[in-house]
């Protein structure tokens, strides 16, 4: 349950990311917005802003998955007795 609960905050969070990091650097190539449709007046540029706000989203959610089970494993320590016996057991 936790592994779906991660995994989707995780996809929310990169489709986010990703979604504002084109639509902040949108203007940097010299787009020209035709009606509802933006079209590049340098499709190299608008290729390579693509491909960067998608690598930034992936980034993004791959942390928040690192600091999501940090998270969980730190507080499942907090909650849970170590095991008799293990070398964090007081003796």
Aim: glycine letters at 10%; proline letters at 4%.
């Amino acid at each position: 349950m936790l592994g779906i609960r991660v995994g989707l905050m995780a996809l929310a969070v990169t489709a986010l990311v990703t979604y504002l990091a084109s639509r902040a650097a949108a203007g940097q190539c010299g787009a020209v917005q035709l009606g509802t449709v933006r079209a590049a007046a340098d499709p190299v540029c608008d290729q390579l802003v693509r491909t960067l706000s998608t690598r930034v989203g992936l980034a993004a959610g791959v942390a928040t998955v690192v600091i999501l089970l940090t998270m969980a494993g730190l507080a499942r320590l907090t909650r849970e007795p170590a095991p008799q016996g293990s070398a964090s057991a007081p003796r």
